[in-house]
């Protein structure tokens, strides 16, 4: 991962970080004598900005599937629910930055856990004696087939990082 860390032209005493891939994801501010050592290998420094190179230890034991699962979640969690989950996030963000990002995984992963999120999304506040008995099923066979997607993107995932694919035994979802 490499951040590029630009100078506040306004107040001159704070960086303010972005991903050098992209130039436009916000990561954050730090103090002008602030800027990280442990883990990061400065390539360029200057008095307006500098760019950092995150050296990668791994310190998420899960497989890459389960890791971009996660994130998505997290981020819906984020998104749909308010959660003050920012920290994790970019945990597990920078994680899949430091193995490979793929948007498309991500944008997939998200879509399906959205529409697994919305069908349970009554059940988890407890509203399911007024859904009904017959709802309630019809919305837990809804969650078994998407579910079903989601494991063939969290294979695609596991095939194309080299990776074993998730397998179901006896089990809704296979």
């Known amino acids: 991962m490499n951040l590029i860390v630009y100078r506040n ?7 303010h970080i972005f991903d050098c891939n992209t130039h436009s994801k916000y990561v954050g501010e730090l103090d002008v004598n602030e800027l990280p050592t442990s883990g990061w290998i400065p390539n360029s420094k200057t008095t307006e ?19 971009y699962d996660r994130y998505t979640i997290e981020c819906l969690k984020r998104d749909r629910a308010g ?26 992963l998200y879509d399906t856990n959205g529409k697994i999120w919305d069908l349970e ?10 859904l009904g008995l ?18 063939l993107i969290k294979d695609e ?3 194309a990082f080299g990776e074993y694919g998730e397998k179901k035994y006896n089990h809704a979802s296979e």
């Open 9 to 15: 032209t306004a107040s001159k005493q704070v960086y």
């Open 49 to 67: 900005y500098a760019i950092l190179t995150k050296t990668h230890n791994p310190t998420m034991k899960y497989p890459t599937a389960d890791l």
């Open 134 to 151: 017959e709802e309630v099923g019809r919305r837990a066979l809804a969650i078994r087939d998407i579910n079903r997607l989601r494991i």
């Open 157 to 159: 995932i596991a095939q």
């Open 83 to 108: 959660a003050n989950n920012s920290s994790h996030i970019i945990a597990l963000s920078n994680e899949i930055d430091a193995r490979k990002r793929d948007e498309d995984f991500i944008h997939r």
């Open 121 to 130: 999304s009554d059940i988890r506040k407890g509203k399911e004696n007024e």
